[in-house]
Structures are given as C-alpha cells and as structure tokens.
C-alpha cells in the first residue's frame, strides 16, 4: 500500500507514514530512511541526524482536493566539519516549495491559457 502511493505520487525512495483525507485536501505524510550522506562542505560520511523538520509540499489537485506532501525532512551534522544540512530529495527541486510535477501542471495551464488567448485574438 505504501509502496503503492509513493509510485502513484512518484516519491522515490519515501515512506508514507498516514494519509489524512480532509475536507478539501489530502495530506500525505512522508518520510525517509536514515542513511549514510556526505557532506557537501567537506566531503566526510555522516549518519548524525541533527533534528527534523516538517515541510508542506505543495502537489498537483487530485480529485478536487489539493495534495499536501508533509515531508519529515531530516538534517544531518557532519562529524567532521560540525556543519549541519538537509537531506537532497529528488522530488523536491531545490530551494522550492513545491514538486516539479507543479511545475509542468502550472507550465501547462499558462500554455492553454495563452493558446486560448491566440485563438481568440485569432477571431477577433
Ligand atoms: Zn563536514
């Protein structure tokens, strides 16, 4: 089931920990798997978490209702350097909000907008 919603959601590698079906949207609670990462200031392996975070994710309407993705995003402390940092989620582009599928959904409505726009100016 889990597996299930990741691929529907095309997550990656996530865990969903619950799904609360809301009156006007669905939120999905995911996390990840605790891992080895290196640190992008000195290069050093670490699996220090330093604390988590939640993050909304804002995801494509499904059905009517919005989907929030509530990422539990972790932070890891290098043991080397003792600098923290997040961890890298493909899903997610950096320094955004929202999942690139937003994206590609907002691209698309903008391009049927503006076609619409040429058609009418077309017949004008
Ligand atoms: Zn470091």
Same mark, same amino acid.
């Given at each position: 089931m889990d597996n299930c919603i990741t691929k529907f959601l095309d997550?990656?590698?996530?865990?969903?920990e619950k799904i609360e079906n809301n009156f006007n949207n669905i939120v999905v609670y995911v996390s990840t798997e605790s891992r080895e990462v290196v640190c992008p200031h000195c290069g050093h392996t670490t699996k220090r978490v330093h604390d988590y975070r939640l993050q909304d994710i804002k995801d494509v309407p499904y059905n009517g209702k919005s989907i929030i993705i509530r990422l539990r995003k972790r932070r890891y402390v290098c043991c080397e350097c003792g600098k923290r940092f997040s961890e890298k989620y493909g899903f997610l582009p950096r320094y #955004? #909000?929202?999942?690139q599928r937003v994206y590609m959904h907002i691209l698309r409505e903008c391009r049927e907008l503006s076609h619409t726009k040429v058609l009418l100016k077309g017949s004008a």
């Open positions: 997550l990656g590698n996530v865990f969903v #955004h #909000h929202m999942t």
